[in-house]
């Protein structure tokens, strides 16, 4: 596979098309694979970017120039929160992991931040067996390890950087 096309969208521009497919992926792991019954469209969409990673669609599934999101974030903006930025529903497809498309999306969805809202801290809730993940992109623990909807998760900052 190509590395996706990456493309970042208000939600008022993201399309039925775009919003089908990224709350389509967002169950497709959060709540079919990791077993986790919730409430995903939580009211933050609409304030929200959406970081998407597409890829063509290979031959015979649909060969009609439609695109697969492979790869997805929810980047809000630091009025939203408590003045940091935050990177959430960091998600890759089943079909596309183990070849660094989570490492490409999060430094790109750093990027996209930056762009965004330059000189801003960033947060987001990790599962904690991502810590050192998100670890090696500059974010440290600024919680202790919690229950979030039966998944350990941990909250973490990146610092602004001058």
């Keep these: 596979m190509a590395g996706p096309r990456w493309i970042t969208q208000p939600f008022d521009e993201l399309g039925v098309r775009g919003l089908y497919r990224a709350l389509r992926l967002r ?30 669609q290979e031959h015979g599934q649909g060969a009609d120039g439609a ?11 630091p ?14 497809a089943a079909t596309a992991r183990g070849g660094g498309l989570g490492r490409a999306l999060m430094s790109q969805a750093l990027r996209e931040c ?32 919690y229950d979030e909807d039966g998944i350990p998760h941990i909250d973490m900052r990146k610092e602004a950087t001058p």
């Design 27 to 56: 169950a497709e792991v959060f709540v079919i694979e990791q077993h986790c019954i919730y409430l995903d469209p939580d009211g933050l969409d609409e304030h929200a970017w959406h970081l998407q990673g597409l890829v063509e």
């Design 67 to 77: 695109e697969t999101l492979v790869a997805y974030a929810r980047l809000l903006p």
């Design 79 to 92: 009025s939203i929160g408590d003045g940091a930025a935050r990177i959430g529903r960091v998600i890759t």
């Design 114 to 145: 930056e762009t965004l809202w330059p000189g801003q801290p960033i947060e987001l809730g990790a599962q904690a067996h991502l810590r050192e993940f998100y670890g090696s992109f500059g974010f440290t623990p600024i919680s202790d390890v």
